[in-house]
Every structure is written in C-alpha cells, then in structure tokens.
C-alpha cells in the first residue's frame, strides 16, 4: 500500500468530510478502506485526493469525495439493502457503498469506464442510465453518481415505496444541488444539503416547464 496515497486519504477525510458534517462513523470507515487512486487514469492518480472532481475522460469525472461523503452520510445505507448506483464510471462510489452493504448494482453507459471499474474488482452492468437496472429491481436505494437535471420515470419505478435517494440534482438555474430524498407514490421528493458542481450524466431530460 502507498504510505503517501494513505497519508492523503487520511488528510481528505479531516479536512474535506469532517468539517462539512460528514461525521457517520460507518461512512467514514467505508472512505477509509477504499482507496481512491485506483479509481482514476494512471496519470492523474496523483490527483485523486484533491478537493474537487476528478476527470476520467470521456467528459466524466468523479464526484468531489465531500459530495459523496454527505449523500452517503443522508442516505445511511443499511448492511443487506439493495443499493443501484447510476453512473457508476470507474467505480469508486460503488466500492465504497460496498463497504456498506454488499448487494450493490453499478451501472454504467460508457465501456471504457465499465472496463476501468472491472480491472478495479467492481462487477458493472452496461445501459443507459436513465433507464436504471431492473433486472435486480426493487431497490431500497438509489445514489446518482454525477448531476441530473430530474429522475427519470423508470429510476423511479425500479425503487421500493419509500426508497431513498441521493444525486446531484441541476435546478432551472442551472446550479447543482446535492439532493437527498425519498419515492412515495410514484413521486420523488427531497430536500437540498448543499449548492455544487457536478459533471451532467448522459441520457436524462430536464422536466417540462409550463410557460403561461
């Protein structure tokens, strides 16, 4: 193990988990274990521990570690629930949901970052995200790894009454917001943590807006 790449999760997690409330012991634990290096282009290894997201080519990146911290920390991921991450990218989320619970789907729509999560040890689905995965439906939680501007109606579908979610979620202004909510009824509500910047996943339309 790289004693510097362990030194600098280390440093991540206290000075950007704890000190924006990202304090649930398991959370933390799950952080800790995995390392993040891996998760990212050989070349920008060294970049892996920065305060912000991480490209991965392709136009995607990895979720700033803060951002993952608090969804993770609003969701509270019991050990036995069936999580489905989407846009699972190189798969570093779904290795440290996995330290949580261990019925995990990863699904991903682009082959190259699939390939790069199953040389990670990460088993991945391929499809369109918007679409969600529901040949392992129903699921007790659904975490989006990247800014969506809505859920889509399937994602919906494929979550259990009541299930939770977390994602990025892109407003009519364009600012991200880190979202945390439940499904009841067909419907998705929730209540913003904190404003950010997220990379958009493909294949997910913005709501229609009603113009009077």
């Given at each position: 193990?790289?004693?510097?790449?362990?030194?600098?999760?280390?440093?991540?997690?206290?000075?950007?988990?704890?000190?924006?409330?990202?304090?649930?012991?398991?959370?933390?634990?799950?952080?800790?274990?995995?390392?993040?290096?891996?998760?990212?282009?050989?070349?920008?290894?060294?970049?892996?521990?920065?305060?912000?997201?991480?490209?991965?080519?392709?136009?995607?990146?990895?979720?700033?570690?803060?951002?993952?911290?608090?969804?993770?920390?609003?969701?509270?991921?019991?050990?036995?629930e069936k999580v489905l991450i989407v846009?699972?990218?190189?798969?570093?989320?779904?290795?440290?949901?996995?330290?949580?619970?261990?019925?995990?789907?990863?699904?991903?729509?682009?082959?190259?970052?699939?390939?790069?999560?199953?040389?990670?040890?990460?088993?991945?689905?391929?499809?369109?995200?918007?679409?969600?995965?529901?040949?392992?439906?129903?699921?007790d939680v659904l975490l989006i790894d990247?800014?969506?501007?809505?859920?889509?109606?399937?994602?919906?579908?494929?979550?259990?009454?009541?299930?939770?979610v977390g994602m990025v979620l892109i407003?009519?202004?364009?600012?991200?917001?880190?979202?945390?909510?439940?499904?009841?009824?067909?419907?998705?509500?929730?209540?913003?943590?904190?404003?950010?910047?997220?990379?958009?996943?493909?294949?997910?339309?913005?709501?229609?807006?009603?113009?009077?």
């Amino acid at each position: 193990m790289n004693a510097d790449f362990t030194a600098q999760r280390s440093a991540m997690i206290d000075s950007q988990m704890r000190t924006v409330g990202v304090n649930d012991p398991d959370v933390l634990a799950a952080v800790a274990a995995v390392a993040r290096e891996r998760f990212v282009p050989a070349a920008r290894a060294a970049l892996a521990y920065v305060d912000g997201a991480v490209a991965l080519g392709g136009g995607r990146s990895l979720v700033e570690p803060m951002i993952l911290g608090l969804l993770l920390t609003h969701l509270r991921i019991a050990p036995g629930e069936k999580v489905l991450i989407v846009g699972a990218a190189t798969g570093y989320s779904a290795a440290v949901v996995g330290e949580l619970t261990s019925d995990v789907t990863a699904l991903e729509c682009d082959a190259a970052l699939a390939a790069h999560a199953r040389s990670a040890g990460i088993n991945v689905v391929e499809g369109p995200l918007a679409a969600g995965w529901a040949a392992a439906a129903p699921y007790d939680v659904l975490l989006i790894d990247g800014a969506v501007p809505a859920l889509s109606a399937a994602l919906i579908a494929q979550l259990r009454e009541g299930g939770r979610v977390g994602m990025v979620l892109i407003g009519e202004d364009g600012v991200g917001r880190a979202t945390v909510g439940r499904v009841a009824g067909g419907h998705f509500g929730g209540s913003s943590i904190i404003e950010t910047a997220a990379t958009p996943l493909p294949g997910f339309e913005a709501p229609a807006r009603f113009i009077f």
